[in-house]
């Protein structure tokens, strides 16, 4: 695959990323309604340690938030539900797979949104073996 000499921007990878929110079943999207999108060059190293993770081109995306198996009524006021994704690793995957850049943002817009319904990471494989 010939990929442009120019890495796309930010913008662009955020773009992708609200293309493939809008390509989701409408019946799936009125639950991510709202749901922000950040896009960062790589994942800090507080949010490695957290996942557990040495390098941060082996994460390309992440939700935070609350999941919606664990939201109550009674919960108070809190900021909107968000899926980062990390330029830089996304990039990265794209050059070493040859895959299109759409489909990994897609692929990992749908991980993390799977996350916000609460699948396991058994489950979102499954997924995307299907």
């Not at 990929?3 to 609200?18: G, K, V």
């Not at 557990?52 to 006021?77: C, F, K, N, Q, W």
């Amino acid at each position: 695959m010939n990929h442009p000499s120019i890495a796309p921007s930010s913008d662009i990878i955020a773009e992708m990323a609200e293309q493939a929110i809008a390509e989701i079943p409408p019946a799936l999207r009125r639950h991510v309604a709202g749901i922000a999108i950040a896009v960062e060059e790589l994942a800090d190293d507080e949010t490695l340690d957290e996942m557990g993770l040495e390098s941060p081109y082996d994460l390309t995306g992440l939700y935070a938030g609350i999941p919606i198996g664990e939201r109550s009524v009674m919960d108070v006021a809190r900021p909107p539900d968000m899926i980062t994704l990390y330029r830089q690793a996304i990039l990265l995957e794209w050059i070493e797979t040859g895959d299109d850049l759409k489909a990994i943002v897609c692929n990992v817009i749908i991980h993390e949104i799977a996350h916000h319904f609460g699948f396991t990471e058994a489950q979102i494989e499954t997924l995307e073996r299907e």
